[in-house]
């Protein structure tokens, strides 16, 4: 390296041509890395919506489990108590599952319950979140829906199923649900802290339609107070 003008180093030509392909090298070295970053990266991302399905889909219907009803309900209810929206859901039991089990076998119940799934998921919006809360009973949060909608909603599932004709082995049956619903109010986010108090409302909703008889509906508010019940509400299947 000579001193230039002004005391400046200069590079000679063999100095500038190694920078160069020092530079490129470099370049080509940095580029290989981040390359493999990447696929490790999608490797990783891969393995996490991996993990993610397996804990929270349920094996046996395909739809979502009740570990992903946890953070959903907390979005569902943070997101209507900002809008001021209605928040409802509904709590469906099938009716005499354990019958259908002894009488059939578990593995025409599992087909029971992938079908019940099928049908459930039909009568679902795209933005209603649908999960299999355990065993033969499932959840449906409907957004942006009051006491109405939640009740029309209700009673198109309850007659969807009635009608459907399950394939049990050589023969079909017809089976009936017993669903609760609740519904949080615009009023009802001021005193309401706690997302799982609606689902346990439609919980406790479903119990007391499964007391009056197979294929029923019952609603009770967030408050405990029962709603009076409605001629649909009231007459069985």
Not at 93 to 107: E, L, M, Q, S, W
Not at 113 to 139: H, I, N, P, S, T
Not at 165 to 188: N, P, Y
Not at 219 to 231: A, I, N, S
């Amino acid at each position: 390296m000579d001193d230039g003008e002004g005391g400046r180093g200069t590079l000679n030509f063999d100095e500038k041509n190694f920078l160069f392909e020092w530079l490129v090298e470099n370049n080509k070295t940095l580029t290989r890395k981040n390359k493999e970053l990447l696929v490790e990266n999608l490797k990783l991302r891969s393995r996490a919506e991996e993990l993610e399905k397996i804990n929270f889909v349920d094996p046996t219907t395909g739809l979502c489990n009740r570990w992903y009803l946890q953070p959903r309900l907390e979005e569902e209810f943070s997101r209507a108590r900002r809008s001021g929206s209605s928040l409802s859901c509904l709590f469906i039991d099938i009716d005499d599952f354990k019958a259908c089990n002894g009488r059939f076998g578990h593995f025409i119940g599992d087909k029971v319950l992938r079908d019940a799934a099928l049908l459930l998921r039909a009568q679902c919006r795209k933005e209603d979140v649908l999960v299999r809360f355990g065993g033969d009973e499932f959840v449906i949060l409907l957004g942006s829906s009051g006491q109405k909608a939640a009740g029309t909603a209700a009673e198109r599932i309850r007659s969807r199923l009635h009608r459907h004709r399950f394939t049990c082995g050589d023969q079909e049956i017809s089976l009936t649900v017993s669903i609760g619903v609740s519904t949080l109010k615009k009023a009802d986010f001021a005193s309401s802290r706690d997302p799982w108090e609606l689902v346990w409302t439609a919980d406790g909703a479903m119990h007391l339609a499964r007391q009056k008889g197979p294929g029923r509906i019952h609603r009770l508010d967030c408050q405990g107070q029962r709603h009076k019940p409605t001629e649909s509400e009231s007459a069985a299947s």
